[in-house]
Each structure stands twice: as C-alpha cells, then as structure tokens.
C-alpha cells in the first residue's frame, strides 16, 4: 500500500481531519505544511500547457468560425448586446460554442471584463443571466464551452475528439506514460483562449479582466488565475479549488491512478499546484459540509496563493452559497475592476487554549477597511468530529471583543471529542468573510491550565 493511500485511510478514519493532521500523526520528521505542498516527483509526461502559456502574448486571437445570432436588448443605460459564435480552440482541433455580452454605446470606451466559467455537466448558456446583470453594469461578459466539463447533449454547437472520450470522471483522469489525456486539458486550454478571445475585444479593457467560475468552473478560476498570473486583475471562485489529494470527492480517482500517473496529474492538472502563481485578488466561497471540495483542499489552495486572498465559509451548505448574504461577487468585482467600494474584512484565529472547566476558548483578529461603518458580528463556528465532512453539522457562537480580539468558549464536551472550527466575521454591508478552519483530535488538545 503506498504512502498516499495510507494518508487517505488515516484521514477517514479520524472524522475527515485534513492530511496534514494525518501526516502529524504518521511522522514528526516533516512540518505538514511542507509535506502537504510539495510538487509530486514522479512525473511521466510534459506540462500539457506549456506551448498555450508560452504563445499566450504572442498569438492571433482564436479564429471565429460562425456567427450564430446577435440580439439587442433592454433600455436605455442599460441596453445590452448579446452574440452566440463558435471559435476554434487547441490549434483548431476544437470548436466551441461562446455566448459574448456587453453594453450598447461608446464602443471605443475601454470596459473591464469577466470570464464566466460553467460547472461540471452544465454550458455557456447557462451564464448567460448573470452576464447579462453584468453587462448591465458596465462589463463585458464572455463564457464558452468548457470540453470535458461541458454537458455533450447539451453543447450542440461544440465538436472536438473529446466528445468521444469516455463519459464521467474516468476522462479527466486519463494519464499515460508520455502523455496527459485528461479532457480537462481541452477544458483549461479552451479557457486560455476564452482569455485571449476576450482580452482582443475592442471595448476591453485588457488590464481590468477578472475570472469567475462555480464547481468544475471554480477550479478552472482557479487553475487558470495560476496560469494566468498578472495578466488578470482579480479571481472569484465558488467552490472550486485544488489539492484534490487533501480531501475532496475525486480521491478514489486519484487512489485507482497508478502513483506515476497519479503524481502527475498532480503535477499538471490539480490547481492547488498551479496557485502558486495567482497574484491577482482572488476569493473563494466555500460550503463546509459540500461533498466534492472540502475544506482541507480549499485552504490549502489558499494557503499557496501569495497575494491577497480571501475566503467565507457557509456553514451547514453543500455546494450552495447563502442566499441572505451581500452580492460579494458583485462587490469584489467593482472594488478590484472598477474601483468602487472597499475591500473585504479579514479574520484569523490567533490563539486557543483549554479553560479549566474543559472549554476551549478560541481568540481570533478580525480587520475591516475604516470607511465601512462596523463590524456587525464576529461567530465561532464549530463542529464535533463525523466520519466526513458532508456529515458534520456546525454551530455558531458569538464572540465578544476584549480589546482588540474577539474571544469566544467552546463547550467542554466537544472539546473532550475534537473538534473543528472557524472564525467569521460579518461587516455592515453583510459581506461575510471566514478563517481557515482548525482542526482539533482529542489528543492534540492540551490540558486544562
């Protein structure tokens, strides 16, 4: 059995505790951090991106094969332009399908711009509301056809040798020695001209694009901010991540790969590797109970971006974002696009200790721009240990400001189980923003002082 596999059983068998916690437990000799984070070394076959990153300043935009439709609608300041074209892509093996929205007048205005990226077995088309409130105010929207990640019955207008690949997982994780054959490599490669597609737009402003992306979209935001790096402006993801390995729904895919195969798909296609080179504004919506990215994988993506990043946890959700909450995308965007509004908060967890009645008492620094009113709460959320996360259940304790930390307790008989938790914090604008969770075994918690 190979080390990968016994990290992964350990994990389980502990109530989902992220693979560091379980790297902790099989040797001290590494700090987790370290170990969870190094690039694989057995790799069988090249980067499958190398010549689309090397060519993407340099390339002719990709070439328009039809024009389907172009329709006006709306009134007034808010009229809106909306065309349906197919595009060659991965030097014309493929055609996809692209739904391009932007605002009526001034074309010679430079406008900043986002990408829409679909989720797993979803289209374009499915974007197309959302980029249009966008185009509404001010964007240009473009999304296409994602091969491999695409629904096939559903992307009629999109062709390409990956619709004969085998349907569910099995393609994305198809590596063979000397070459990757994943279909996700059309997918990312069909982003990056998406990209250049978009950028080459007369009313775009090329240095104010942003990514967005939900599911099998958020890892493609994120993969391909990596990829990108300061030829965007700013990165939205709902979900998506990397760092499979650390805890998410594909890892009975990785664990069938054999390990060169599967050291280098990690290598090339997990995003968490490819995060490293994110150095635009990026944040990402998490759900703490979602069943295909959990939250070991999502902060260890996070914990690899170098600038600024972000992060909120729904409590309680799978694969779902709270619908009471503030528009944050919206928000994020017109700060780092068009420089409206302000940042977001940030909160850690500084410290934890054991009361001596057996709570846990948790200290956590929130930090929020001056101009915003308040801060309108600041919670605790914390689970008692499950067999997954999908099966955890999280509740909120409020924290109180003592000085300038909030400090919240922690009931004793979680705390004697393990348990995991995170900071919240919650401003006037009711943008919420969270903490890494912390996860906590009955044996890694200290005695009562």
């Known amino acids: 059995m190979s080390l990968f596999v016994c990290i992964m059983t350990l994990s389980r068998l502990v109530g989902g505790i992220p693979l560091s916690t379980a790297l902790r437990s099989i040797t001290g000799l590494f700090a987790a951090a370290t170990v969870a984070h190094m690039l694989p070394a057995a790799i069988i076959a090249p980067d499958p991106f ?3 990153i090397a060519t993407l300043d340099t390339a002719q935009p990709p070439e328009i094969v039809e024009q389907l439709e172009t329709i006006e609608t709306g009134e007034g300041s808010a009229r809106i332009t909306t065309s349906r074209f197919t595009f060659r892509s991965r030097d014309g093996a493929n055609t996809l399908f692209a739904i391009l929205v932007r605002p009526v007048g001034n074309a010679e205005k430079r406008r900043p711009a986002l990408l829409f990226f679909h989720g797993g077995g979803s289209r374009a088309e499915a974007n197309h509301a959302v980029m249009q409130g966008f185009a509404r105010e001010g964007y240009v929207a473009l999304a296409c056809d994602l091969p491999g990640i695409c629904a096939p019955a559903q ?26 054959k994943s279909t996700l490599v059309d997918a990312e490669i069909a982003a990056l001209d998406a990209f250049r597609l978009l950028r080459s737009q007369p009313d775009v402003d090329p240095a104010r694009i942003g990514l967005n992306g ?15 790096g ?4 700013a990165a939205y993801s709902f979900w998506g991540c990397g760092y499979y390995d650390e805890g998410s729904y594909w890892l009975t895919q990785l664990e069938n790969l054999t390990s060169d195969a599967r050291d280098t798909w990690l290598a090339w296609l997990d995003a968490g590797r490819r995060a490293s080179g994110i150095t635009a504004p990026y944040f990402i919506e998490g759900a703490t109970n979602d069943t295909y990215f959990w939250p070991p994988a999502v902060d260890g993506t996070l ?14 959700l799978h694969h779902a974002v709270d619908t009471t909450a503030a528009p944050t995308r919206k928000l994020f965007f017109d700060y780092y696009l068009k420089g409206i509004g302000q940042p977001f908060g940030t909160i850690a967890i500084l410290s934890s200790r054991r009361n001596p009645d057996g709570t846990l008492q ?10 915003l009113a308040a801060i309108d709460s600041v919670k605790i959320y914390y689970s008692p240990a499950a067999p997954t996360w ?14 300038d930390v909030y400090v919240a307790d922690l009931p004793a008989v979680c705390v004697a189980d393990g348990l995991a938790y995170y900071a919240q914090l919650t401003d006037s604008r009711r943008v919420s923003t969270s903490s890494a969770v912390t996860v906590f075994t009955a044996q890694s918690i200290q005695p009562p002082h």
């Open 362 to 371: 948790v200290i956590s620094k929130a930090s929020i721009p001056p101009a």
């Open 230 to 233: 300061p030829r965007i402006r």
């Open 50 to 52: 190398a010549a689309a």
């Open 155 to 180: 992307a009629i207008h999109s062709s390409g040798p990956w619709r004969n690949a085998s349907s569910g997982e099995a393609a994305r994780f198809t590596v063979t020695s000397g070459e990757v």
């Open 303 to 316: 914990a690899v971006v170098s600038g600024v990043k972000n992060r909120v946890w729904w409590p309680n």
């Open 214 to 228: 939900y599911s099998w979209g958020g890892y493609t935001t994120t993969f391909v901010a990596g990829l990108l």
């Open 390 to 403: 999908k099966e955890r259940v999280w509740t909120p304790r409020i924290a109180t400001l003592e000085g």
